[in-house]
T-cell receptor, first 112, second 117 residues
Framework: GQQLNQSPQSMFIQEGEDVSMNCTSS?????WLWYKQDPGEGPVLLIA?????ELTSNGRLTAQFGITRKDSFLNISASIPSDVGIYFC????????????FGTGTRLQVTL | NAGVTQTPKFRVLKTGQSMTLLCAQD?????MYWYRQDPGMGLRLIHY???????AKGEVPDGYNVSRLKKQNFLLGLESAAPSQTSVYFC????????????????FGPGTRLTVL
């Protein structure tokens, strides 16, 4: 269905390393969103993607809208301690433009 | 701008008690949402509103009611709290006509941590 599967579920990386995570579904979407949630806070929108194949950057973050429209990828370059948190992908439910389905998140932890 | 604010930040209830969570946004957004977040389950939509005076059910609406009497406020009510409603509740809003963000780009509040004993 419209479930979004994120991988990995969690990752430990060293400061300075690059990070890759992805979000996949069996359904096609016209929009992909990436959010970050800091511990004890609400999710914050990082990047929004609207076109298949689109590659968008926000500082050290780069996200891509998969060509098949069934997946999206998020990369973080040169990770720093403040990158710690949970990263969620989200996409609008089919048939409605205002309701989002969220993935279960990728928990990122950075060691010095 | 404060963005999206939620009150209270924390609350402990006994089973059967009632309470109301308040969400306020100052971005003139049309759409507002209530989610709950449980460990390992991501965010699940409880109820949402596409305009003042309108509300609709999300994917987990049972045990909750909502009201949107003013455009800037969205209230979530628990009439008879149950332990299964222990969770972190987030409010979000989106879409301002003429704004730069699309209706899918939701902005979240800081959350309310609710424990039902």
């Amino acid at each position: 269905g419209q479930q979004l599967n994120q991988s990995p579920q969690s990752m430990f990386i060293q400061e300075g390393e690059d990070v890759s995570m992805n979000c996949t579904s069996s359904s096609i979407f016209n929009t992909w969103l990436w959010y970050k949630q800091d511990p004890g806070e609400g999710p914050v929108l990082l990047i929004a993607l609207y076109k298949a194949g689109e590659l968008t950057s926000n500082g050290r973050l780069t996200a891509q809208f998969g060509i098949t429209r069934k997946d999206s990828f998020l990369n973080i370059s040169a990770s720093i301690p403040s990158d710690v948190g949970i990263y969620f992908c989200a996409a609008p439910k089919t048939g409605t433009a205002s309701k989002l389905t969220f993935g279960t998140g990728t928990r990122l932890q950075v060691t010095l | 701008n404060a963005g999206v604010t939620q009150t209270p930040k924390f609350r402990v209830l006994k089973t059967g008690q009632s309470m109301t969570l308040l969400c306020a946004q100052d971005m003139n957004h049309e759409y507002m949402y209530w989610y709950r977040q449980d460990p390992g389950m991501g965010l699940r939509l409880i109820h949402y509103s596409v305009g003042e005076g309108t509300t609709a059910k999300g994917e987990v609406p049972d045990g909750y009611n909502v009201s949107r009497l003013k455009k800037q406020n969205f209230l979530l009510g628990l009439e008879s709290a149950a332990p299964s409603q222990t969770s972190v509740y987030f409010c979000a809003s989106s879409y301002s006509a003429g704004g730069t963000f699309s209706y899918n780009e939701q902005f979240f509040g800081p959350g309310t941590r609710l424990t039902v004993l």
